[in-house]
């Protein structure tokens, strides 16, 4: 198995650009969670799906900020508009129901 | 919801010498103790687990036990090695909802 696979691994963008973050998630796993990492706040939980559903997206930061599984084997999390506060690693984990989450590679953000 | 607390924030020991890393949570419901160690650059990956069903755990120099009536977790390795040298996080989450925190994590340095 490849493990978790996001894209890009990379992104660079303006401000009030949109940005959209990939991640496939572990073959056969049904919850997928999305975090944000900084050096100031840490490790922070954005939302996660269960069975493609959103569950808890209380960490979603503002309404600039949007996430979809529109199927088992994809997901997006959307930012629009950028600002250069949400410069940072995301990260996307996923699941099997058995709790232990497995961490994709991350997307390095940066917003000038 | 759930608040998890991790101490200390940094800690440097000598090769050879053991290290604690300790984790408090404050939602009794939750039943699932994960740690993860995170490189420079890398994605957390997990080391090593422990459920509320049991008070100790140990794979080869790694250990974490549990106190549920005091809310505390702990990581303890022995015999530390410069390669372990990471920023390691403990996390809390109930099996029910899968809603997993993160402590504020601790950088590890390993002197040789």
């Known amino acids: 198995d490849a493990g978790v696979i996001q894209s890009p691994r990379h992104e660079v963008t303006e401000m009030g650009q949109e940005v959209t973050l990939r991640c496939k998630p572990i073959?056969?796993?049904?919850?997928l969670f999305w975090y944000r990492q900084t050096m100031m706040r840490g490790l922070e939980l954005l939302i996660y799906?269960?069975?493609?559903?959103?569950?808890?997206d209380s960490g979603m930061p503002e309404d600039r900020f949007s996430a979809k599984m529109p199927n088992a084997s994809f997901s997006t999390l959307k930012i629009q508009p950028s600002e250069p506060r949400d410069s940072a690693v995301y990260f996307c984990?996923?699941?099997?129901?058995?709790?232990?989450?497995?961490f994709g590679p991350g997307t390095r953000l940066t917003v000038t | 919801g759930e608040n998890v607390e991790q101490h200390p924030s940094t800690l440097s020991v000598q090769e050879g010498d053991s290290a604690v890393i300790k984790c408090t949570y404050s939602?009794?419901?939750?039943?699932?103790f994960p740690w993860y160690k995170q490189e420079l650059g890398k994605r957390p990956q997990l080391i090593i687990d422990?459920?509320?069903?049991?008070g100790e755990k140990k794979d080869q120099r790694i250990a974490v036990t549990l106190n549920k009536t005091a809310k505390h977790f702990s990581l303890h390795i022995t015999e530390t090695q410069p390669e372990d040298s990471a920023v390691y996080f403990c996390?809390?989450?109930?099996?029910?909802?899968?809603?997993?925190?993160f402590g504020a994590g601790t950088r590890l340095t390993v002197k040789p």
């Open positions: 984990a996923s699941s099997s129901g058995t709790v232990e989450q497995y």
């Open positions: 073959s056969g796993h049904n919850s």
């Open positions: 799906f269960n069975n493609n559903v959103p569950i808890d």
């Open positions: 939602d009794s419901a939750s039943n699932y």
């Open positions: 422990i459920r509320s069903n049991v």
């Open positions: 996390a809390a989450s109930s099996s029910n909802n899968n809603d997993m925190r």
